[in-house]
């Protein structure tokens, strides 16, 4: 499984941002896809996470209600939709693949995409 992540970019607090990643491969394999980020000094951290077969989706505390989740099953797709964005959301975000949500919480996916950087501006 091969993931591409995209739409990382330079926004003013309290905007909007879209990141999107895309799955190829063996992706029957894929039972969760999620979202992490590592900001700068600091450990990866679990974002989001999707069930790709009943779209049941997870969120981190801090960014339940600002972030979502959603897929595209025809274009093997995963977004995250990111509002009211917060200078401390500022960071690299990663998308992963993975067989358990357990894995996904854990920030073990079976599989990384490369990460694409989000900069929040106060």
């Known amino acids: 499984v091969q993931l591409q992540a995209s739409g990382g970019g330079l926004v003013q607090a309290g905007g909007s941002l879209r990141l999107s990643c895309a799955a190829s491969?063996?992706?029957?394999?894929?039972?969760?896809m999620g979202w992490f980020r590592q900001a700068p000094g600091k450990e990866r951290e679990f974002v989001a996470a999707?069930?790709?077969?009943?779209?049941?989706?997870y969120y981190a505390d801090s960014v339940k209600g600002r972030l979502i989740i959603s897929r595209d099953d025809a274009e093997n797709t995963v977004y995250l939709q990111m509002n009211s964005l917060k200078p401390e959301d500022t960071a690299v975000y990663y998308c992963?693949?993975?067989?358990?949500?357990?894995?996904?919480?854990?920030?073990?996916?079976?599989?990384w995409g490369q990460g694409t950087l989000v900069t929040v501006s106060s």
């Open positions: 491969g063996r992706t029957s394999s894929i039972y969760y």
């Open positions: 992963g693949a993975g067989d358990t949500l357990l894995r996904i919480q854990r920030r073990m996916p079976n599989y």
């Open positions: 999707i069930n790709w077969r009943t779209d049941n989706t």
